[in-house]
């Protein structure tokens, strides 16, 4: 996401406006009567103008209201109309600090690849607004104001996790969606259709998105993720008292030992996936090769014993040895992988004969003789049975070849394709370097600035409505701080591409994953080390529901139709309604 020089005459459009805010909302303000007020005023000789209050207090009952300044000078009211307009400004605030720290963070990524940057710091940066509104929830004022500040942080939380696997989950599905053929969605094939108002069911059940089997790994290591709300919860659970102190110390720990490994995994992520890509390839040149030899075959592969039959494969080298030296050189085995469909798999006849080299020549002598040639297809050919697909009664050869082959292609598909490692794509690192850096910095500033006002001032706004400060930090808190994640993750699901939905959910997966690690550690570290309570039991028990249904969901398949988003959408509503239910019916709190 880029920041152009329109985006820059908004932001001082916002910053004029907190300005003007400054004298529009009163700094500290006492509210009784018109009296008191106009005496107020004149008492303290103040230079900012003080709204009146919308309510009409009797003289027999002047109770003040106060509102206390953020720094000693930012603006703050006892009104819901100040507050909230508080809190839309501090949000868009917090949400340009989440789009400087995204946009800084990609171009990083363009600079110097995955890796260290991919895995580290991008998973932290991304965090980072969710954290610092939960650190400063709870760390500054007296012990009873942190305790009753702190369930904005848990709000947040709860919130954030909830809106990323469900709200905006959905909303990449049906933004992404292309139609389906043989259990996987179609790139860039939209012919269904959509609508809200008549839902078809060959729109529903006929199209809907795919990813890749690395995105399965990301919604699993999601549902691990939620461990250290496990623990923490065992004496809730137990109805004990005593260890309450030591559960929260035990799953601090647990959660800053999952997000270090979590970092590890990221950071070695791009070199297993190489891995499992070239895998991947080698297996096709097994499928494609042993198709090839069957076709040519003067005979069957496989005798009526369910064995190899090497008499045949003899005969097949000595068709392939043209010049009939007893060796099968490089020339020799590319005119045999002639006809061979290796485009889908991105390889061309020099590897695939490289691979069939690496693979049957034991001797290492840049040749294949007769022995060698009989093993290797010996060896392949009962790997392919021991595929599976097939059943091992005599002339299943070609059935289970064949299965073997598509396998291949799928497991494939569901790997992907590698992506770029940056670094040299770059037109002048030094300046985009120094452009990152700076985007980084402001955005952190910006989200360590604000994030103590914009919490002062839901607490002020549930104050003043009587709402509890979880359900305003639950819904409107995750809109600032995820917006810039949510705006990225549909526009990439409009490619309507398995890459593109898979970097899409991969993304959503891992948002949440550093949310029950590192954001759950910040709370964490902030309940114990300043002796609050841990009084959560419904807003986990959400976060479990959620992240247990969802990535248990997403673990085990890799084909979601559009069907799929209405389940996600209603997990939402279901999550506030849970919480009221449990906090101020059945009185958990």
Request: with cysteine; aromatic share 10%; glycine share 8%.
């Amino acid at each position: 996401m880029k920041i152009d020089n329109k985006a820059n005459q908004y932001q001082l459009l916002i910053l004029v406006i907190i300005f003007l805010s400054t004298v529009v909302v009163n700094g500290r303000r006492t509210i009784s009567d018109d009296v008191t007020t106009t005496s107020s005023w004149n008492n303290n000789n103040s230079n900012i103008l003080r709204l009146r209050s919308d309510d009409v207090v009797s003289s027999s009952n002047t109770e003040e209201k106060k509102c206390e300044q953020t720094y000693g000078f930012m603006p703050c009211t006892a009104t819901w109309e100040g507050n909230l307009f508080l809190i839309v400004v501090y949000g868009w605030l917090m949400y340009l600090a989440a789009t400087y720290l995204s946009s800084g963070s990609e171009l990083l990524l363009e600079i110097l690849g995955p890796g260290l940057v991919g895995g580290l710091f991008l998973p932290m940066l991304g965090a980072l607004p969710d954290a610092m509104l939960i650190l400063v929830s709870g760390i500054s004022g007296t012990k009873e104001t942190a305790q009753s500040q702190v369930s904005v942080g848990m709000g947040l939380l709860a919130g954030s996790t909830v809106m990323l696997i469900t709200i905006i989950w959905g909303s990449c599905v049906i933004v992404g969606k292309c139609d389906l053929g043989e259990s996987k969605a179609i790139d860039g094939q939209d012919t269904k259709g959509f609508s809200l108002l008549v839902l078809r069911s060959s729109s529903i059940a006929g199209s809907g998105v795919s990813n890749d089997i690395w995105t399965c790994y990301a919604a699993r290591i999601m549902v691990i993720s939620i461990i250290p709300f496990l623990v923490v919860q065992i004496p809730q659970t137990l109805h004990s008292d005593s260890g309450r102190r030591l559960a929260i110390l035990i799953a601090l720990i647990v959660s800053v030992v999952m997000l270090i490994s979590y970092c590890v995994y990221q950071v070695m992520q791009p070199w297993v996936q190489s891995r499992r890509i070239a895998y991947s390839k080698h297996k096709h040149v097994m499928s494609g090769v042993l198709q090839h030899l069957r076709k040519h075959a003067l005979g069957r592969l496989i005798n009526d014993d369910g064995e190899p039959n090497k008499e045949v494969i003899k005969k097949l080298f000595a068709s392939i040895d043209v010049n009939g030296d007893g060796y099968l050189s490089s020339g020799e085995l590319k005119a045999l992988l002639v006809g061979i469909q290796f485009q889908e798999m991105d390889l061309d006849k020099e590897n695939a004969a490289e691979e069939v080299l690496r693979d049957f020549d034991v001797t290492r002598d840049g040749r294949i003789e007769e022995y060698e040639f009989v093993n290797g297809v010996t060896k392949w050919l009962i790997q392919a049975k021991q595929a599976g697909g097939a059943s091992n009664q005599p002339g299943q050869t070609q059935k289970y070849i064949d299965y073997f082959h598509k396998e291949t292609k799928r497991e494939h598909d569901l790997l992907g394709e590698e992506g770029e490692e940056g670094g040299g794509g770059v037109e002048n690192p030094r300046r985009t370097t120094l452009k990152a850096v700076m985007m980084l910095l402001l955005g952190t500033v910006v989200a360590a600035a604000f994030a103590d006002p914009l919490v002062d001032a839901v607490d002020s706004f549930s104050d003043a409505t009587s709402i509890p400060s979880f359900f305003i930090s639950f819904i409107v808190l995750p809109m600032a701080t995820n917006s810039s994640e949510a705006v990225s993750a549909i526009i990439f699901s409009s490619r309507k591409k398995i890459r593109t939905a898979s970097l899409t959910f991969s993304e959503l997966y891992g948002a949440v994953t550093m949310n029950n690690v590192l954001c759950l550690a910040v709370f964490l570290a902030l309940v114990y080390f300043r002796g609050l309570k841990w009084d959560f039991s419904a807003e986990v028990l959400v976060i479990l529901i959620v992240c247990v249904v969802m990535g248990t969901f997403a673990s085990f398949r890799t084909t979601f139709p559009v069907w799929t988003c209405f389940l996600a959408y209603a997990l939402y509503p279901f999550s506030i309604a849970l919480v009221y239910v449990l906090d101020y019916i059945l009185g958990w709190s």
